[in-house]
C-alpha cells in the first residue's frame, strides 16, 4: 500500500506543480492596464471676475473717473451668480456700501453673458454692508453692516 502511494504521489505532484507553474506562467502573460494618474490642473480664476475686476478699473478707479467708492474695493469673488465684494470700509459706512453696491452690480449686470443675478458687499470685519438681488432689484444696506 506504501508504494502505491508514493506512485500516485510520484505522479499526482508533479501533474498538480505543473498546473500551478502554467497558472502563474498564464499570469505573467496577462497584459496588466496600469492607470496613470492625471495632473490636476490648478484652478483656474472665473475669467468673469477678471473682466468685472478689469471694467471696474478702467471705469472707476483711473484718472478723472477714480471713484472713492472704487478705493475702498480690497478682493472681488465670483461663485455662480453672486459677485462678493470685499472692502476696507468701517462698519456703519453704509452710503459707502451702497455706491459699491451699485457700481459693481451696473457693470456686472450689464453684461447678460455673465450670468450674475447678486452682489454682496462686505466692510472690512467681513460683514454683509450692502446688497442687491436681481436686475430688477435696488442696493440695500443691510441692518448689520
Known sequence: ?????????????????????RQMDAAKSVPVVVATP??????SPDLRAVALRQSLRQNFGAGASATAWHRSIQSLEVDGDKVTVNTDLAPGSRDLARDVCGG??????SRP????????VR???????????????????????
Not at 492625471?38 to 484652478?43: D, E
Not at 455673465?114 to 454682496?120: L, T
Open 1 to 21: 500500500m506504501f508504494s502505491r502511494a508514493l506512485v500516485v504521489a510520484g505522479v499526482v505532484t508533479p501533474l498538480l506543480l505543473w498546473a500551478v507553474f
Open 38 to 43: 492625471r495632473p490636476v490642473p490648478s484652478p
Open 104 to 109: 459693481v452690480s451696473g457693470v456686472a449686470f
Open 113 to 120: 453673458g455673465w450670468g450674475f443675478d447678486a452682489v454682496d
Open 123 to 145: 466692510n472690512r470685519a467681513g460683514v454683509l454692508s450692502a446688497y442687491r438681488r436681481g436686475i430688477g432689484g435696488h442696493c440695500e444696506t443691510a441692518s448689520i453692516g
